[in-house]
């Protein structure tokens, strides 16, 4: 069965620390993709990545970077720097190749950067 | 021009009364999908809709009926409100929702919904 978890409930950090953000995974398949979200205190649902099974390569957006390991069945995602308007809770989800077009939901970290 | 939009944004209604949530997206993507995110922050999916057609219908109370008349509207229904249907409701919208998984969804705004 697929899961995702996100073991860190809650976060707090002072403005300008580093901080990363776990997800850990689990599919049967070897073919699927995650996803991160981020839903700031506004409420809407914002796509941050995609990044599909077969590409280890870790991906970086100015102060946001992804670290994909499959041996660890892990999608972490740092966020270099932190700013104030980085407080949000982040969701990582699992959607795998077969015929299952429904997106598994982790829990949800919630983020505060406080100034 | 905003890619997924709901209305309303916000809804406050009383036990019992039935209410509509609307959906529409301009991104000319096929599939449409409700998603039910509670006071947790949990998000679960409750339906959607490829080209029309109903793909996904997850154990939701026969109370809620989703509705598309085209492929860029998706409509929830929702009647006889009770306390427990307090959530916030998003609708998504994904390319084509077609086995592959690759697609990305695309989230409105949200929904508030409180039942007194």
């Known amino acids: 069965a697929q899961k995702v978890t996100q073991a860190q409930t809650e976060i707090s950090v002072v403005e300008k620390e580093d901080v990363t953000l776990d997800c850990v995974y689990e599919t049967r398949d070897t073919t699927y993709y995650l996803f991160w979200y981020k839903q700031p205190p506004s409420g809407e649902l914002v796509f941050l990545i995609r990044r599909n099974s077969f590409d280890e390569q870790n991906e970086i957006s100015g102060r946001y970077s992804w670290n994909f390991q499959k041996s660890t069945s892990s999608f972490n995602f740092t966020i270099t720097a932190s700013q104030v308007v980085d407080s949000a809770v982040y969701f990582c989800a699992l959607r795998d190749a077969g015929n299952n077009r429904k997106l598994i939901w982790g829990l949800g970290t919630s983020l505060a950067v406080n100034p | 021009d905003t890619a997924v939009s709901q209305t309303p944004k916000y809804l406050v209604t009383q036990m019992g009364n039935d209410k509509s949530i609307k959906c529409e997206q301009n991104l000319g993507h096929d599939t449409m999908y409700w998603y039910k995110q509670d006071s947790k922050k949990f998000l679960k999916i409750m339906f959607s809709?490829?080209?029309?057609?109903?793909?996904i219908n997850e154990t939701v109370p026969n109370r809620f009926s989703p509705k598309s008349p085209d492929k860029a509207h998706l409509n929830l229904h929702i009647n006889s409100l009770e306390l427990g249907d307090s959530a916030v409701y998003f609708c998504a919208s994904s390319l084509t929702g077609l086995a592959g998984g690759r697609e990305t969804q695309y989230f409105g705004p949200g929904t508030r919904l409180l039942v007194l």
């Open positions: 809709y490829n080209n029309k057609e109903l793909i």
